[in-house]
Every structure is written in C-alpha cells, then in structure tokens.
C-alpha cells in the first residue's frame, strides 16, 4: 500500500461517522438508507462519508435496480494492520535491547558493588 493511499484510508477514519459506518458495515452489508436512518443527518450526508471512504478504498458500492449496496473491504485493514505491525516489531527490538542493557547493568552492579564515598564512610 503506497504512503499515499494509507493516508487516505487514516484520513477517511479519522471522523467518527465514518467509523461508526465502518463498525456497522463490518457486521453486514447495507444500504446508503439503512446506513443513515440512525444519524441525525440527511443520506446525502451519510453519502458523502461513503464518498470518502470510497476514496480511500475502504468500501465498495454495488447497484441492483433502485437498490445502492455497500460493502466493507476488508484488504484494506489486513495492509493496515502489516503496516502496524512492523512498526510495532521495530518498537518491540528496542525495548528488547533496553531490557538486555538493563539486565547487564543490573549484573555488572550485583558483581562490581560501588566503592562507597569516604563522606558514606565516616558516618
């Protein structure tokens, strides 16, 4: 997925209606009117979300007749979720280096105890 096209698709999801509309689209497929008589919003409204969210790649509308279908793509979240998790692994190699570092800190002090200071002495 080109940084381009992920942009779209973090951009289409960073408003909460069009989240919302991916969290009931994940459960079935629907239509634009189904889609928008919880929202206290018009279906061109609702349809301009899905606009965004076609943009992106997110969903797919198909026509039958008068009927709009949409449909969740859900590829997109599978680049998504590859693009995170390398990330994620890259996160996990540092902290892993931070815990080695510490342990071998930890066993070099245990080993090598601190000469204390002649002030700590003489009290």
Known sequence: ??????SLVFTALGDPTRRDLVSRLARADTTVGELAEPYDMSVQAVSKHLKVLESAGLVTKTKDGRRRTVHLEADVFDLMTKWGERYRRQAELRYQRLDDL????????STHPAIPDQKEQSA
């Open 1 to 6: 997925m080109s940084d381009d096209r992920l």
């Open 102 to 109: 510490l342990t071998e800190m930890n066993h070099d002090q």
